[in-house]
Every structure is written in C-alpha cells, then in structure tokens.
C-alpha cells in the first residue's frame, strides 16, 4: 500500500475514534455555602415572596433564604414593632401586673412590662389561684413552715414557694393552728 493509503486510513481511524468518545458534563446547581449560625437573640423581619417571618438573627434568615426587611419582629402591617427587643433578668421579685381586665403575677416587673402589662403592685395577684399553665415554680427543700390559705381551706407548708406553687397564699409563718 502507498503512503497515502495509509495516511487516508490513519486519519478515517482518527475520526472514527474521536467521534466515538463523547464528553458529557453533568451541570448540577452549585449548593449554597453551608450557613453556621450562633443562637444570638437579634431579631429580624425577613421576606421570602410575599411571605414576611420573623427570625432571631439576620444569620438564620439568610440561611432560610430569606431577605432582610429590618431589624426587630415582623407586624401585620408590614411596619416594625416599635420599641426594641427587651431583655430581662431572672431576678425574682414578684409583682403583681394588669392588661385590660387580665391580671397575672409575673417573677419581676421587666417581665410584666416585656408582656404588655402594667405593674398594680408588688407580691402575687390576690385573685391568683397558683401557677400559670406551663409556668412551673422551681421550689427549694427548704424547712421554715408557713400556714397559707386557699378560699376556706389553710394548710402548713414545709415553705412560702411551696405554698404559692399549690395556689395558696401565705397566711402567717409557722404552723396552722
């Protein structure tokens, strides 16, 4: 065979090769870059559509993919809440608080206002029959007897937090006689 035989079969080889390895790429969308987020009590009103939501930072709204609207929680009408977040100590001071005809007892008076109540007076409610649903009191085992009453009814307590948590309100310190 000639010379150029074989270069017309070497470069029918080489189509014939090329044409059979075929590259396919794959596109897949690139993941969003993993979101680690504190647990930072900031809030924001964020928005995904036409949907607003509140989140409690800016970190965790990006996260969901949503888009800041401002800073603080979200409201019906789509203006901020006023007034900034309120942050309150544990402190146990009870006071007594009213909204409208509610009056509840709240563990200080930072707590009371944070809710929407106005303060009436410090100690528990009169009219409070023990604790909150889902509001449990933490009590300590300590021994100081204390006589406390609930309508008719006066019990001896081994103390004042225990008497409270049963909705019984401190009549006298020391036994029931």
């Known amino acids: 065979m000639s010379s150029d035989v074989h270069r017309v079969l070497a470069f029918v080889l080489v189509l014939v090769t090329a044409s059979a390895c075929t590259v396919a790429v794959e596109q897949h969308p690139v993941p969003a870059r993993a979101h680690a987020c504190t647990n930072e009590f900031a809030p924001v009103c964020a928005r995904r559509g036409s949907e607003l939501r509140t989140f409690t930072n800016s970190c965790l709204a990006r996260a969901s993919g ?3 609207m401002y800073r603080g929680q979200c409201s019906v009408s789509g203006r901020p809440v006023p007034g900034p977040p309120v942050a309150c100590t544990r402190e146990f001071a009870p006071v ?11 563990d ?8 929407g ?15 909150l649903p ?13 006589c406390a009453r609930r309508g008719n009814l006066s019990l001896t ?11 019984f309100r401190l009549v006298h310190i020391g036994r029931c006689r």
Do not use: K, M
């Not at 109540?117 to 604790?131: K, L, N, T």
């Not at 889902?134 to 204390?146: G, L």
């Open 134 to 146: 889902n509001q449990p009191i933490a009590c300590t085992r300590e021994f100081a007897p204390v």
């Open 117 to 131: 109540f106005q303060v009436v007076h410090r100690g528990q409610c009169r009219a409070s029959v023990g604790p």
């Open 157 to 167: 307590f081994d103390n004042s937090c225990l008497a409270r948590a049963h909705g």
């Open 66 to 68: 949503f888009q800041l």
């Open 96 to 106: 007594c608080a009213r909204r409208g005809g509610q009056q509840r007892t709240f």
């Open 108 to 115: 200080n008076p930072c707590l009371a206002r944070a809710s």
